[in-house]
């Protein structure tokens, strides 16, 4: 990763003070975490990682697992920062609306971070009850972006 990836990230978590950020790329991990007086430490780490699906040239990233609510029902969470899209396009459909059946594979949004366009599973099966992100607004690693009844 190159120095500027990181200052532009490092500016985003001052700008939505987030105060950790972590990002793996295939033989490569990168964990930021804002210390005392807001300074941000850098760690970053190289090791082996078995190679991961890609979408659109997007990097590996790893969900949060989808959480039950009190109510049964489960939540999609983002699975990194970056603008939610509910549509691959603004003339296009959203991806899903509330009682659409989903299953593990069904795309739900397109969350774009740093340029790249990520396509967000399902990973659950069941109907969509709530759609909890605003369209084209930003998103926070493990922010629920749906909740959906299992079936």
Do not use: H
Request: charged share 25%.
């Amino acid at each position: 990763m190159e120095l500027k990836d990181i200052k532009a990230i490092i500016d985003l978590m001052k700008k939505n003070s987030i105060t950790e950020f972590e990002l793996e790329r295939q033989d490569s991990k990168i964990r930021l975490k804002r210390g005392m007086g807001g300074a941000p430490m850098v760690q970053e780490e190289s090791y082996p990682m078995a190679p991961a699906p890609m979408s659109a040239g997007a990097p590996p990233t790893i969900a949060p697992p989808p959480v039950a609510a009190a109510t049964g029902e489960i939540e999609i969470k983002s699975p990194m920062i970056g603008t939610f899209y509910r549509a691959p396009s603004p003339e296009a459909g959203a991806y899903v609306e509330v009682g659409t059946e989903v299953n593990p594979d069904t795309v739900v949004c397109i969350i774009e971070a740093m340029k790249v366009m990520n396509e967000i599973k399902a990973e659950v099966k069941g109907v969509v009850t709530q759609i909890l992100a605003e369209n084209s607004k930003p998103v926070e690693f493990g922010q629920p972006m749906f909740k959906v009844r299992p079936s």
